[in-house]
């Protein structure tokens, strides 16, 4: 597996991409993203888990369940939650026009936002914009696309590799972006993955659930589910290799690159979480099954009184216990724990926690709790 | 139903108190605390559901099994948690010297503790001054007990009311100590009530049950669990009212006070929650059940969002819809949703949310997340 250097999700052959500011932000940042292929490829999504879903994510599941996605439009700075009625028909419209510019079904478009809630979707802004973004759609456009979905991230989540299937050069990459506020809002999470991998719906799906279950369903900033988070992977099948259609070494190490974009762009999110000042990872091992050590892990993860120790340089494990213990799994106790830091004074930080009961392991990847979340989202505006 | 005048614990006929400083707090202030009861008292406890339980809790929870208690032994400064084979061994101890001098079987005897962790339990200075607790015990004794338990909570938590029963009067008090610090620890909830009332073993199970349910068990600071939390219930029958043995208006009209009491405990845990800068009352009516209503409380209570937005005075309605809809229970979405907020500037606020699925509701207690309660957690010694 190779990084592709200064690598996105134009990277993979046959995708173009573009980024611009449509006016949705005031502040002249870029606010509305497309990502296109040049052909119908197949895809896998994963939508938040909180019944409150916003518009978007309503409209991109019914598309998603077709397995044919051509192109993703998202936007930053309002995301189209809790605006009624008004709120399903915008996210329909802006598939429906990027579909028109695209010559395609509105259906084989995925629809993303993310900002400000309870605030009616300018639509106008993007239906206004919208033949710029399709007629500006460029190799080069990743890094604008990256931009377009920021809200108060730092900085743009990027990343390529490239792998060898049969002899042909196959590229996965991704943008992602992670918890920021426009208040009122709430921290959201949206990743695009892109790849000219040739591979069947089926087996894309196999191999982007596990991936997904080891990165971004590892990571948690504040453990608050947003309304808005999505990830979306596209293979266009462009890199012209034999079509994976089963298990076997080439999913295999498809899977292992999809992982591994994936993890990287969770972790990325992480480092920018809200406030953050230290990235921890949480290591529990000695687990039963995969589900109790991530059970384990994200307890600890989730605990605010581990996470602002940690603000603090402070490796108190007796919190780290007493959050292993809070789920009540009762074979979980003082006797057959084991506790681990790495120096705590460090801005990565390692927490390793044995259960002594079996062999599963998990990782779970966390920010500190900082004074400067507090002040992010206390202000009011 | 009669507020008693600065009543606490020993208000119930029958029950005298103590509390000194034994020298586990280096600050001279008091960490050592007694109830006793004049005759062997039914009772009921609840403990922590962390798998992880601290060696106070397991040997009460071995004694509180036979439903008979006399006197109940509480320190502060040492959660005697974490402390290997001797945690239990001075846990043992500490219940069976204080019998020695009630001349009373360890096993009538409760003990708790709330402080460090992972420190042994300086059990010699507990073993000295023991003599001097148990002879210091007085029906003036209940504000020293009181204080005794504190850790860094800003005051006293007590309560006393009073009711008639077949024409005789009976008095139901407590005492009860919250959220607080000494580093490494975590928040530790402890509560003690005492009443003279006549009642079965099996009727005070199932009031005490109800009103823990709707108190202890409705309040959350941040949603961490402690190793040492335990509230315990003695009942000695000095106001001589004929027995409580089944459910009827005597039944109902002592259920009905012991709830009252174990709210107003719990409320003031609230109040003085750490870094607490505002009081929280989270309605959620409109659930199918008590356990939907309760639940959707409690995740909207934990929201580290929501809290911190109180602490901002932000009446976010987003945030607090997505933090309902977290659960991932299907009916709960943005159209049936309705939420509403007091004006969000005052000290003691109200969120008022409504499922429109039926009839049941339930109310939560909690604090805001603010900068002050990083900066207590943050902190290292």
Excluded at 170 to 187: E, F, L, Q, R
Excluded at 256 to 277: M, P, W
Excluded at 327 to 338: F, R, Y
Aim: aromatic content about 6%; hydrophobic content about 45%; some cysteine.
């Amino acid at each position: 597996m190779k990084i592709v250097r200064a690598g996105g999700i134009t990277s993979p052959k046959g995708f173009k991409a573009n980024g611009l500011c449509c006016g949705i932000k005031s502040t002249g940042k870029l606010d509305l993203g497309l990502i296109a292929s040049d052909c119908l490829a197949v895809s896998a999504s994963v939508f938040t888990k909180n019944s409150v879903k916003a518009a978007p994510l309503l409209v991109s599941q019914k598309h998603a369940r077709h397995n044919k996605i051509l192109a993703i439009v998202a936007n930053s700075g309002n995301a189209n939650c809790f605006t009624g009625k008004f709120g399903m028909i915008y996210a329909e419209r802006t598939a429906q026009i990027i579909g028109k510019l695209l010559k395609i079904p509105k259906e084989n478009v995925i629809v993303a936002s993310t900002g400000i809630i309870g605030k009616p979707l300018p639509f106008k802004k993007i239906e206004a914009a919208a033949p710029e973004l399709v007629r500006g759609l460029s190799v080069n456009g990743g890094k604008n696309m990256a931009k377009s979905i920021l809200t108060t991230d730092l900085g743009t989540k990027e990343k390529a590799v490239s792998i060898t299937i049969g002899g042909k050069k196959v590229t996965i990459a991704g943008c992602a972006k992670g918890s920021g506020m426009i208040a009122p809002n709430m921290a959201t999470m949206l990743g695009f993955i892109t790849t000219d991998a040739a591979i069947t719906a089926a087996m894309l799906k196999n191999a982007f659930k596990t991936a997904i279950d080891q990165s971004f369903n590892c990571i948690t900033i504040d453990g608050c589910m947003s309304t808005n988070d999505m990830v979306t992977v596209l293979a266009n099948g462009r890199a012209q290799n034999k079509t994976i259609s089963k298990k076997g070494k080439n999913f295999d190490a498809f899977a292992k690159a999809l992982a591994y974009v994936c993890l990287d762009l969770a972790k990325k999110i992480v480092i920018d979480g809200e406030g953050a000042t230290k990235f921890i990872e949480i290591h529990c091992v000695g687990a039963r099954n995969y589900a109790q050590a991530k059970k384990v892990g994200l307890a600890i993860a989730n605990s605010n009184l581990v996470k602002t120790a940690a603000s603090g340089s402070n490796p108190n494990w007796g919190r780290v216990a007493a959050a292993a213990g809070s789920l009540g799994m009762a074979p979980i106790t003082e006797k057959n724990l084991k506790i681990k830091f790495s120096p705590f004074y460090k801005k990565e930080i390692q927490i390793s926690v044995d259960l002594n009961l079996g062999t599963a392991q998990a990782t779970i990847y966390t920010s500190d709790l900082s004074v400067e979340y507090i002040n992010i989202n206390k202000r009011y505006s």
